[in-house]
């Protein structure tokens, strides 16, 4: 006979954890079929210490525009580290200074971001407005580690898209203070929206990877960044 839920761990919370954990593993076993590895956490904590434990000593790390990656504690775990951090977070940087990292990022040996989605059967779906980060995922840093709450994870490339739209851009948009006509109404208006303040300009879609260990996608099972 099934056992029946009275408290809330086992109603809400327990449910969300396994459902979390079985979407994550489904996806990590479809990412490597393309060749990218993906392992899951249950929490930030874990996370952010899978992460450093990948990062050798002495390795220059770039980091892709993520609120994951400020939210979970990971860039204030890299700054203790002894690593060549290209911090493009560091307070006081200049406008001139974020161009350069950037462009030295290119080659660094470890580049960090998040993903803007994760489609059930392993694709990586992401746009970006000035297009580093989707650059150092597609082609230079020896090795991509992606943060990725399970929040991000969909059905379809064309959900993916949609989360973008709906979702991640909207609120960058806000958190930015961009003119654009989601930062108004919270609704993308694609054919009223233009550069500069546009943040959508390059959509790319990662469906596999040649260079082995090159990509890994590390799961949280919480609700992380945009
Ligand atoms: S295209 Fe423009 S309005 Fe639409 S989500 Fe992107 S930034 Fe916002």
Known sequence: MATVMTNMEDIVTKPREIISRKKAEHVIENLRRRNINGIYCRGTND?????C????????????????IMQSGLLDALRGMNIELLDRYR????NDEVEAIMARGMTADVLLMSCNAVTSDGKLVNEDGRGNRVAGLIFGPK??????????I???????ITRIKDVAAPL???RLGLDT???????????????????????TIIESNRVKDR????FVGEELGY
């Open 47 to 51: 996370a952010v210490a899978e992460i």
């Open 53 to 68: 434990r990948m990062i050798p000593e002495g390795a220059s790390v770039a980091l892709g525009g993520s609120v994951t």
């Open 91 to 94: 307070p006081g940087i200049t």
């Open 215 to 218: 990509l890994t996608v590390v």
């Open 143 to 152: 090795k991509v580690i992606l943060m990725v709450g399970v929040n991000k």
């Open 154 to 160: 969909v059905r379809t490339v064309e959900d993916g």
């Open 181 to 203: 006509p989601c930062t108004h109404t919270g609704f993308c208006d694609d054919d009223s929206c233009h550069a500069p303040a546009r943040v959508c300009s390059q959509i």
């Open 172 to 174: 960058n948009c806000i």
